[in-house]
């Protein structure tokens, strides 16, 4: 009993510095973001101050840009986490067998997701360029467009372009996943199953992948909070157009924020993404806890 | 009989699957190091060969320029000069926020590992919704109290602001590391009448210094990548490289040869410390993510 109180002292005695850290700067934003959200701080409002109850979240709600917003970041979130996980799984399958070169092809996979965003997000915009652009002047090269196209300001084009970016820059990190639990697996059982006779497709449908299931599974979940936060890239590449067509739930926040200066319906968009954050990061530990039960 | 049928077949089947590797491993080598060659050759192309219709990928004279301008320009309102100064400031951000986050961070994130304490599982799962947090979410609050102590666009606020969602970062994957180092040690050393302050600093931490190296790293590329916050607080003398890159991107007379080189130069650093330290990278980023 005694021992347990001394580990106790001996616990908060060496968390309490990263505690006080972390938590003295965040606690007192994250309140006055949630009154923000409840008290009208919008900067050029007629009713400053006053107290507003659920208004900005009805408002949010039922109005506006939430929903549109709130499908493009989907669209975003789901189609690149779709193409990391995928891709993602087929190089590391790739990977995982022996030709000569591999080694070379598995060093220099890391080369992208080394690469900072917005770096990612520059270099993509000049290849993508829709005047001096080299994909433009390949793809008409070769015929295959007859015009040099705008790709970047083509809104029916644009966020596939920034899904385009952000998927060569992640997809490595799949890859990584990937490979360390390919490389986890028992050798023996797709040796005998080999000589069962078992096909390439059938090793892969009866054995790689359920046992790859955990691995995907956090990519997935992972990868889902990560795109739902996204901000650099589209700040980067498209500041949200061209005509909204790129404008996410982060982004509309951020200019909701600091260009309309609208502090309260961006603290409340603010807390809507907190909350769809706080609902996947309790999907996440949920998964961890079955992960490491079976 | 059916042996020597099946060996030509087999051979036959190897070689095709050889060919098809062969293939993907050519089209995977050009889609990962293309775009990045693109990017050098367009930092020492002349922009004349830049803005040429039809573009031509193979440039007649190339020009390493804009290279010297970086290292050398001395007037304040050069892109090279502006460059130079966000890299240093970067550099500066990072290396403090890598080094404090790891003694804070491990230390706490041996506790969560080690002792048993009331309330371990919700404080980890707080930590693990901070790191998770939407800066949105304390920003302009955040805005508002850097403004009015006069803490914008300096260094060391930031430093303290990176802290708040690196150090939980580092708890959380470092708590995945200790988790799996063998208890042996410690107990052996606490039997021999070491104190848990000396089992903590001679006996685990030589152990754990492998997880040490790779949260590590990774919290130094998560501080050169940082950009959301950078945009905001900082305008002048904090501001780091990826902002600084961002506004080469919006000026109206966009220099592409500019912007590539600051590309490049801005992924010197974290690439190399990647290759280099490949082995730990993906170490850390796999504890944080599959507990074993």
Do not use: C
């Amino acid at each position: 009993m005694k021992l347990q109180k001394s580990e106790g002292r001996y616990a908060a005695a060496l968390i309490s510095p990263a505690l006080i850290v972390v938590f003295g700067i965040i606690v007192a934003p994250i309140l006055a973001t949630l009154v923000y959200s409840v008290v009208n701080n919008n900067m050029l409002s007629s009713q400053y101050g006053q107290f507003m109850g659920l208004h900005f979240y009805i408002k949010a709600l039922t109005s506006g840009d939430f929903w549109p917003d709130l499908g493009r970041t989907l669209y975003y979130t789901i189609f690149s986490t779709v193409i990391e996980t995928f891709g993602g799984l087929l190089i590391a399958l790739l990977l995982n067998e022996k030709f000569p070169g591999v080694k070379f092809l598995r060093g220099i996979i890391i080369i992208p997701w080394a690469i900072p965003t917005v770096v990612n997000g520059s270099l993509w915009k000049l290849i993508f360029n829709g005047e001096y652009g080299v994909l433009n002047a390949i793809l008409t090269k070769l015929h295959l467009f007859a015009t040099y196209q705008s790709w970047l300001g083509d809104p029916k084009t644009a966020m596939n372009v920034v899904i385009a970016a952000d998927a060569w820059k992640m997809t490595p990190l799949a890859v990584i996943f990937f490979l360390a639990a390919l490389q986890g697996f028992d050798r023996a059982t797709y040796e005998a199953a080999m000589v069962d006779g078992a096909s390439v497709f059938r090793r892969f449908f009866s054995l790689t992948l359920p046992n790859l299931k955990p691995t995907i599974l956090i990519i997935v979940v992972m990868r889902t909070v990560e795109k739902f936060k996204a901000f650099d890239i589209f700040y980067l590449m498209t500041r949200g157009g061209p005509a909204d067509a790129t404008k996410t739930l982060m982004y509309d926040t951020y200019l909701e924020a600091f260009t309309n200066l609208n502090y309260s319906d961006a603290a409340t968009y603010a807390y809507l993404i907190a909350l769809i954050v706080a609902l996947l990061t309790l999907l996440y530990v949920n998964i961890m806890k079955r992960g490491d039960e079976e | 009989m059916t042996e020597r049928r099946l060996k030509p077949h087999m051979s036959r089947s190897k070689r095709n699957q050889r060919i098809v590797e062969y293939i993907f491993g050519v089209i995977l080598a050009i889609g990962v190091l293309a775009p990045v060659l693109w990017m050098f050759l367009t930092s020492i192309m002349y922009p004349k060969d830049l803005t040429a219709k039809p573009l031509s990928l193979i440039p007649s004279s190339v020009t390493f320029s804009r290279y010297a301008e970086v290292f050398s320009s001395t007037s304040a309102s050069d892109s090279g000069y502006i460059f130079r100064a966000a890299m240093k400031n970067s550099l500066i951000i990072a290396v403090f926020v890598t080094l404090l986050s790891l003694v804070i961070g491990t230390l706490a994130a041996y506790a969560f590992a080690r002792l048993r304490f009331r309330g371990r599982g919700v404080l980890m799962l707080l930590i693990l919704f901070t790191y998770m947090l939407p800066p949105a979410a304390l920003v302009i609050p955040l805005y508002r109290i850097y403004n009015s102590l006069g803490l914008l666009d300096k260094k060391w606020p930031m430093v303290i602001l990176y802290l708040s969602f690196i150090i939980p970062f580092i708890i959380w994957v470092m708590q995945g590391f200790f988790g799996s180092i063998s208890k042996s040690y410690e107990e052996a050393a606490q039997i021999d009448g070491a104190t848990r302050f000396q089992t903590l600093l001679y006996i685990f931490f030589p152990i754990a210094r492998p997880g040490a190296i790779a949260t590590g790293i990774l919290a130094f590329l998560m501080s050169w990548d940082e950009f959301f916050y950078s945009l905001i607080f900082t305008t002048q003398n904090a501001k780091t490289i990826p902002v600084a890159i961002a506004e080469f991107n919006g000026k109206f007379t966009i220099d592409y040869g500019m912007i590539s080189v600051a590309g490049i130069l801005g992924s010197l650093i974290p690439v190399l410390i990647t290759l280099i330290f490949q082995k730990y990278i993906v170490m850390g980023m796999t504890a944080g993510g599959v507990k074993e």
